[in-house]
């Protein structure tokens, strides 16, 4: 198992979570993979939180963020996030409030019509336009997935889950941060997050 810094595509932003790709998970075990990215991540916060590996605990309930016990007890912060794609594990953690990551592999097999009605179900209207405007598959492809990410992100950092896109969902998704990672060869990523602390918790 690796662990390995992650950035922001463009330029680095000073508020931004830490991020990190953990390569090398069971690809056979999903628990155990699972089990895997959280020992990564106490790894990581250990140091941060001048404790042992040990003495950190992180929650693993599914589609719940991830929660911090230091010695049995919860912690406030940081906010945690995990995604996972086959044997890949992405990171975040923040200590100002809610984070959401999320990593994909970019699928070029599958039907472009289902991924375009996706998009108009699900994507904000003018984000799923500028798919339906993309002329070469292997863009658009590209493009789908990073554009994806980034909504699960947002989805996570909200604390919301997969819904039909609205003027509600619209509201709800407003006043956070977010931005598109190169993860690895083949994937696309996105992190979200809220500059202030109180925002919802990620899943």
């Known amino acids: 198992m690796q662990i390995r810094h992650c950035f922001l595509v463009g330029e680095p932003r000073a508020c931004a979570p830490q991020l990190r790709l953990v390569q090398g998970l069971d690809v056979a075990d999903r628990d155990r993979?699972?089990?895997?990215?959280?020992?990564?991540l106490r790894a990581c916060l250990a140091p941060e939180l001048g404790c042992a590996e040990a003495e950190l605990e992180v929650s693993n309930?599914?589609?719940?963020?991830?929660?911090?016990?230091?010695?049995?007890?919860?912690?406030?912060?940081?906010?945690?996030?995990?995604?996972?794609?086959?044997?890949?594990?992405?990171?975040?953690?923040?200590?100002?409030?809610?984070?959401?990551?999320?990593i994909q592999a970019?699928?070029?097999?599958?039907?472009?019509?289902?991924?375009?009605?996706?998009?108009?179900?699900?994507?904000?209207?003018?984000?799923?336009?500028?798919?339906?405007?993309?002329?070469?598959?292997?863009?658009?492809?590209?493009?789908?997935t990073s554009a994806w990410t980034l909504h699960e992100a947002r989805l996570k950092?909200?604390?919301?889950?997969?819904?039909?896109?609205?003027?509600?969902?619209?509201?709800?998704?407003?006043?956070?941060d977010s931005a598109a990672l190169a993860p690895a060869a083949g994937y696309a990523g996105a992190v979200a997050w809220y500059g202030a602390a109180g925002g919802a918790q990620a899943r």
């Open 157 to 176: 950092c909200a604390g919301l889950g997969l819904v039909e896109w609205s003027g509600a969902l619209q509201l709800r998704l407003a006043g956070m």
């Open 33 to 40: 993979a699972r089990a895997q990215a959280r020992a990564a």
């Open 106 to 144: 970019v699928d070029a097999g599958a039907p472009r019509r289902e991924l375009e009605d996706v998009a108009r179900l699900f994507l904000a209207p003018q984000t799923a336009q500028a798919l339906m405007d993309i002329a070469p598959d292997t863009l658009f492809f590209e493009a789908f």
């Open 61 to 102: 309930l599914r589609n719940q963020a991830p929660r911090l016990l230091l010695r049995g007890k919860p912690l406030v912060a940081p906010h945690c996030s995990i995604s996972h794609a086959p044997g890949l594990a992405l990171l975040a953690w923040h200590g100002r409030g809610a984070v959401g990551v999320d």
